[in-house]
């Protein structure tokens, strides 16, 4: 985990407005797209930066790609910066 991608992540309202969803449960792409009034190319790329920063990740269930949160990387992220505050 870089913490610069993961920080870069969580900056859009939008994709913190996708790990709100996925906090609830795992949902199809086009599930996701239901609460956002934006193309599916934006929503893709949305996906796309948090895959990338890996606070999700993705499994195909027949034709739909499926998304899930990765609680590792909140946790992870949230240790360095309590580190970086304790010294």
Do not use: C, W
């Not at 996701?32 to 193309?39: A, L, R, S, V």
């Amino acid at each position: 985990m870089i913490l610069s991608q993961t920080f870069n992540a969580l900056s859009d309202q939008s994709r913190r407005k996708i790990l709100e969803l996925l906090k609830k449960r795992d949902l199809a792409a086009g599930e996701i797209g239901e609460h956002f009034d934006f193309t599916a190319p934006t929503l893709s790329h949305h996906l796309a930066v948090l895959k990338e920063a890996e606070l999700v990740s993705a499994r195909r269930e027949g034709r739909q790609i499926v998304y899930s949160l990765n609680l590792s990387v909140f946790e992870e992220a949230a240790e360095k910066v309590i580190k970086f505050f304790k010294k």
